[in-house]
């Protein structure tokens, strides 16, 4: 195992940072800076003492996996740690392992009592997943009866015999649809598995970065990104300004067996109906056949890339908030002759395990100020989302790899 130096973070440092405005809260809340610099921070994982830990997508300096706690109590962290020689997307604890995933497996660290860094090496706990082509992260979250449940996206972006080629059709069927495009459970605790040991829980999602278990409903939810590039593959049935705006962004509940849909359809928002894809026969017009494939609990702007969901299972936060989902938008760079657009966190209610209102904004302006042309002019783009033991919420950006502590003080 690789272990990489302690970073002794000073209070100075942080009493300037802590209080800079980065984005816009809803009245009560207030965003300090918990850590900066980190890198290419994904996914986020807070432990029962407060320490926090992400992945970087790429390694900085060796190490992949960093630890970070504070240990005054003043809402920064006092010690950042780098370790493990790994990169990818998905952290999170389960039964007091340290779960992460690459592209192509799920490890898991044990602690010998209150470490920040684990000691020893890492335990396989899936190996050998498919990781060709696009969409190769595996983030992913646990059940109550010891399942894990793992994303498996799409290595393509419309199952095209010639990739992002206009007018390319689409293969029937898709065989990308046999080992990716969906959703993969495994037993949590059960080292050693590999692909043909889990069992696909469900298919036809393109990319489901965000994935969380409601535990009030007993379900699992997950958002999915739509394809892209309606426009330019083809030109004659959708316009530029079209294409900027479809397909959507979906929210939906899992229904083990269930269809979502991907590659054959994509889910138009504007019309509020499935559309048959223009790879398979589709016009813009024409409608999925419908009881086939799931439609979504929520349809989302085209392009905003939803990376992470959070039930929000804390207490600190007012009753509105309690059990409702928080969704992190990580930010277009495909919605040209628009401009850029996402790059923010969206709340929707719960109710008795199931969206009571509309999706509104709880955070935005990580891009910083004005319009955006490209996705690499955006100051900050927000990624991993986690809850704290004190009911406080944590949100990574992968930019510079800041993350903020979102508190709640009262209006």
Same mark, same amino acid.
């Given at each position: 195992m690789i272990r990489f130096v302690t970073f002794l973070v000073s209070a100075f440092y942080f009493s300037s940072a802590a209080l800079a405005a980065d984005f816009t809260l809803p009245e009560g809340f207030r965003a300090t800076v918990f850590a900066d610099d980190l890198g290419y921070a994904r996914h986020l994982a807070v432990r029962e003492d407060g320490a926090v830990y992400t992945i970087l997508r790429r390694r900085l300096f060796g190490p992949g996996l960093v630890a970070m706690i504070d240990d005054d109590g003043d809402g920064a962290a006092d010690r950042v740690e780098r370790f493990g020689a790994y990169r990818g997307t998905g952290v999170g604890f389960y039964k007091g392992y340290l779960y992460f995933a690459t592209t192509d497996a799920v490890y898991r660290y044990s602690f010998e009592g209150d470490e920040l860094v684990p000691r020893g090496r890492p335990e396989v706990v899936i190996s050998g997943l498919s990781n060709h082509g696009n969409h190769a992260e595996k983030p992913f979250t646990f059940d109550q009866d010891g399942n894990i449940y793992v994303n498996f996206g799409a290595p393509s972006n419309a199952c095209q015999r010639i990739g992002r080629f206009p007018g390319s059709r689409g293969i029937n069927p898709c065989p990308q649809l046999g080992e990716r495009a969906g959703i993969w459970r495994f037993k949590a605790d059960r080292l050693g598995q590999t692909q043909a040991d889990g069992e696909r829980y469900l298919t036809g999602v393109r990319n489901a970065l965000g994935l969380d278990w409601n535990f009030a409903a007993d379900a699992l939810f997950f958002t999915t990104h739509g394809r892209d590039q309606l426009g330019s593959l083809w030109p004659d049935i959708y316009s530029q300004e079209i294409s900027a705006e479809l397909p959507a962004e979906e929210f939906h509940k899992a229904i083990e067996g269930a269809d979502y849909g991907w590659p054959y359809t994509y889910y138009d928002q504007l019309s509020g109906a499935r559309?048959?894809? %223009?790879?398979?026969? !589709?016009? !813009?017009?024409?409608?999925?056949? /419908?009881? /086939?494939?799931?439609? %979504?609990?929520?349809?989302? %702007?085209?392009?905003?890339a939803p990376n992470d969901l959070l039930f929000y299972t804390g207490e600190m936060f007012p009753e509105k908030y309690r059990g409702g989902a928080f969704i992190a938008f990580h930010g277009s760079w495909n919605r040209s002759p628009f401009p850029q657009a996402g790059y923010r966190v969206v709340f929707i209610p719960f109710e008795d395990g199931a969206p009571a209102g509309e999706w509104q904004t709880f955070a935005e302006g990580f891009a910083g100020p004005g319009k955006i042309a490209s996705s690499g002019d955006a100051k900050y783009r927000p990624m991993g989302l986690a809850v704290g033991p004190e009911g406080e919420l944590y949100i990574s950006d992968s930019v510079e790899g800041r993350i903020w502590k979102i508190t709640y003080q009262g209006e």
């Open positions: 559309m048959v894809s %223009p790879e398979y026969g !589709g016009d !813009g017009q024409t409608q999925a056949g /419908k009881g /086939k494939y799931q439609d %979504p609990l929520m349809a989302f %702007p085209g392009h905003w």
